[in-house]
Antibody
Framework: QVHLVESGGGVVQPGRSLRLSCAAS????????LHWVRQAPGKGLEWVAGISFDGSDEFIADSLKGRLTISRDNSRDTLFLQMNNLRPEDTAVYYC??????????????WGQGTMVTVSS | DIQLTQSPSFLSASVGDRVTVTCRAS??????LAWYQQKLGKAPKVLIY???ILQDGVPSRFSGSGFGTEFTLTISSLRPEDSATYFCQQLDTYPITFGQGTRLEIK
């Protein structure tokens, strides 16, 4: 059974850093690309970043480039999101999700429960 | 960036009704379009991917269609548990983008 469990969220002051983790189980971790999606309170879904199965390719939303780094440790079945210089507008639930691919289309087929990040002084 | 526009933004319907949500893309995405259901306080759940493939375990009253720039999600006979927000998503081109959501209320 696929499980994705995020951790590392919390309340942080503007300008500080935070590292989110996503522990995976129940599937071959190194066979899948993984992504982060966030959702501000009462708002829609926003794709944040993605990383290929082996970590060789990284994709970051343009508005977040320079402040966010996505990485993975396939020996520990864990995905990371390093967030620097946090801003109040980064306040959101951050979800870890797995990319499932078929020839005619992709999807995020499994999601974690999310971890809340609040940026406030 | 590819913009996805869902309509309507809010929908109120009764149990047993057939409802349709539309998602229009600002440029063609082929069949790289997925639909998600999100209930309050929960993570999104995929319903449909590749425009029309029903995810395992999703009831057959959900269906999707479309290609290129226009897509639809249809619920053939509403049930009370379908009350949720529905999002479309394109995975054809980075950045991956989502529609703004359609909130479905069961009368």
């Amino acid at each position: 059974q696929v499980h994705l469990v995020e951790s590392g969220g919390g309340v942080v002051q503007p300008g500080r850093s935070l590292r989110l983790s996503c522990a995976a189980s129940g599937f071959s971790f190194d066979g899948y690309a993984l992504h982060w999606v966030r959702q501000a309170p009462g708002k829609g879904l926003e794709w944040v970043a993605g990383i290929s199965f082996d970590g060789s390719d990284e994709f970051i939303a343009d508005s977040l480039k320079g402040r966010l780094t996505i990485s993975r440790d396939n020996s520990r079945d864990t995905l990371f999101l390093q967030m620097n210089n946090l801003r109040p507008e980064d306040t959101a639930v951050y979800y870890c999700t797995r990319l499932y691919r078929v020839t005619t289309g992709d999807t995020f087929d499994f999601w974690g429960q999310g971890t809340m990040v609040t940026v406030s002084s | 960036d590819i913009q996805l526009t869902q309509s309507p933004s809010f929908l109120s319907a009764s149990v047993g009704d057939r409802v349709t949500v539309t998602c229009r893309a600002s440029q063609g995405v082929g069949t790289y379009l997925a639909w998600y259901q999100q209930k309050l306080g929960k993570a999104p759940k995929v319903l449909i991917y590749a425009a029309s493939i029903l995810q395992d375990g999703v009831p057959s009253r959900f269906s999707g269609s479309g290609f290129g720039t226009e897509f639809t999600l249809t619920i053939s006979s509403l049930r009370p548990e379908d009350s949720a927000t529905y999002f479309c998503q394109q995975l054809d081109t980075y950045p991956i983008t989502f529609g703004q959501g359609t909130r479905l209320e069961i009368k």
